[in-house]
Structure formats: C-alpha cells, structure tokens
C-alpha cells in the first residue's frame, strides 16, 4: 500500500524538514567549537551500544504495549500485523502535528477491524503515555524549581500534594462511571477541552484493568527513555550517572510534548528543551544538545525508517 499525498500535505511535510533543518544547521554552528570526535571514543561507543540495547528494550515495551491493548479492546491480531501497524504509526506520527498522524497510521496495515476502532485502541495507548508524562513531568518540574530555588519548599510540597490528590481523582474516575460520565459532560462544555474529551469519551468505554496495564508499560517505557537519556549525559559530561539527569530528560519530554510541532520528529524542540535544562543544572550547553539528538537519532528516526519501509511496501 502506497499513501498518496496531496499538494498541501507535501507542502506542509517539506516545511516541516525545513524548519527541522534550519534549526539543527542553527544549533550545530552554534557548537562548532565543540570537540565532536570525542563522542566516538572507545568509552562512549560502549554507552552507544548500551543506548542502543536500552532503544530496543524501548520498543519492545511499546509493541507489546500497543498488542495488549488492541487485543483486550478488539480481539486477537497476528503478531506481524501489530508490529507492521506500530511502526507504520510511529513514521505517520513523525510528521503530522501533535504526532496525532499515529493513530490514523495504525489503522493502515489493519483491515480486519474499524479504523475507528483501532483508532480508539491508539487513544488509549497513547493517553496511558501522555498521563505518566504530566504526571512524571510535574514532579520533575516541583524537583526544578527547588534546585534551582524559584520557589520556596512550602510551595512545592503544596503543589506536590496537590498532584497526588488529583492522582486519586483519577484512579477514582477509572472505577466510578457513573461520576465519570457527569465529569465527562462537564468537561465537553469547556471549548478548550474538546478536544481532551475525545480521549476521555474512548478512556470511559475502557476496562479500568486495560487501562493500568497501559499506564504500567506507560511508566517502565518513560523509565527506560530517562535512562537513556541520563547515561548519555553523562557520557558526554565525562561525569558519573546522577538522578538529576534522568530528571533533565523526563523534563525535556514534557515540555517537548506541549509545544506545537513545527518540524520533524519535533526535531530541535526537543534539543533546545533540553539545552535550557542542562544548562540550568551546570553542565554545558552542547552536552544536552547531543544527548537530546542522540534521543531523536535512536528512539525516532530508526523506528520511523523502518515503519516508512513497511509502509511503502505493504499492500492492501
């Protein structure tokens, strides 16, 4: 099967590369000074192969969070197709805004069902992502600010407890649909929630055992991309692995996932993300340069190739 664009969708697709390599030129000169040859030291080749190891772990969490989910919520699929469906899913996701181009890419490879309900099957897997992000990101963001002692303990205990409090909420939300729906029907009247109540209306259908089964591979999935990400800062610091790194990432990736997509793969959002972060825990500006990079370079572009071969090559 061969996907067919439209002039405005190849448009809007090459102005998306461009801006991605206007940013990267950009941010590449701006570290020219900086000793690349030193990332292929025997040292860090060892940290790549690690990274790599750590890439595939990723993936493997991911395909077998996305077949648990398909299967409890449609039926049984063969293993060739899910896998096909998620990597095809990531490549859509990987240029389309928001990366929403995921769900439709999902349901490309998929005949034997609905393509809204594989759709749904996705909003599910993805808002189990996108909750372990807010929530991980926030208390990142509570550990931020009292290093950098923007706000005062009192403050940040507050905040963090409040998190909590709105953790139970949503557990309890999970069990109770009766409570649920009212919620929901409230929420549908808030315009700039509209769109945040598509993904609740799919998440009031779901099991509550589908959903914490998503939100546990959700959790070991941000645990192994936050490892990657701190042994890479590490290895290009020539520093040991400190917690405030794993930190850096999980942050990176929650602001990451509220900014507009403007480029591909969100490249060099995610960088510059990262850039203010690492700097603002002391360390230079070209480390959380490469270690977000790398990020991209590894857990983005190499599925997405991938999902792109067996997108171009699939048949109906």
């Known amino acids: 099967m061969i996907i067919s664009l439209s002039k405005k969708e190849k448009l809007f697709l090459f102005g998306k590369v461009v801006v991605a390599g206007a940013i990267m ?3 590449f000169q701006k570290f020219q000074s900086f000793n690349y040859g ?3 030291t025997f040292q860090n080749i060892h940290v790549m192969e690690f990274v ?4 595939c772990v990723n993936l493997y969490i991911q395909v077998n969070k996305w077949k648990a989910v398909f299967r409890k919520m449609l039926g049984e699929l063969s293993n060739k197709k899910l896998f096909s469906s ?3 899913g990531v490549a859509c996701g990987s240029f389309t805004p928001g990366r929403f181009g995921e769900y439709f890419g999902r349901s490309f490879v998929i005949k034997e069902y609905p393509a809204s309900d594989v759709i749904s099957a996705s909003v599910v897997d993805k808002l189990a992502n996108m909750f372990v992000l807010v929530f991980a990101g926030l208390f990142s963001t509570m550990w931020f600010l ?3 002692s923007l706000l005062s303990p009192t403050v940040i205990y507050s905040f963090s407890f409040l998190l909590i409090i709105l953790l139970g909420l949503f557990i309890y939300l999970i069990y109770q ?5 009212y919620f929901y029907k409230r929420i549908e009247k808030i315009r700039f929630l509209r769109k945040l109540f598509f993904h609740l209306e799919v998440l009031k259908r779901t099991n509550p055992k589908i959903v914490f089964v998503q939100l546990f591979y959700s959790t ?3 645990v192994v991309v936050a490892l990657q990400y701190g042994v890479l800062t590490a290895a290009f610091a020539n520093k040991p692995l400190e917690f405030a790194f794993l930190l850096s990432g999980i942050l990176t990736l929650f602001v990451k996932s509220f900014i507009p997509s403007i480029s591909f793969g969100d490249l060099g959002i995610r960088e510059g993300a990262s850039i203010f972060f690492i700097s603002a825990i002391g360390l230079p500006a070209e480390v959380g340069f490469l270690a977000a990079f ?7 572009l190499v599925p997405s190739v991938l999902g792109l071969i067996i997108l171009i090559t699939s048949k109906r």
């Open 25 to 27: 030129i950009y941010l």
């Open 38 to 40: 030193k990332i292929f």
């Open 52 to 55: 790599f190891f750590l890439m």
């Open 86 to 88: 998620f990597f095809v």
């Open 146 to 148: 009292s290093f950098t």
């Open 177 to 181: 649909k009766t409570t649920a729906a």
């Open 220 to 222: 070991c999935l941000y």
């Open 294 to 300: 790398s990020i991209f370079l590894f857990n983005i």
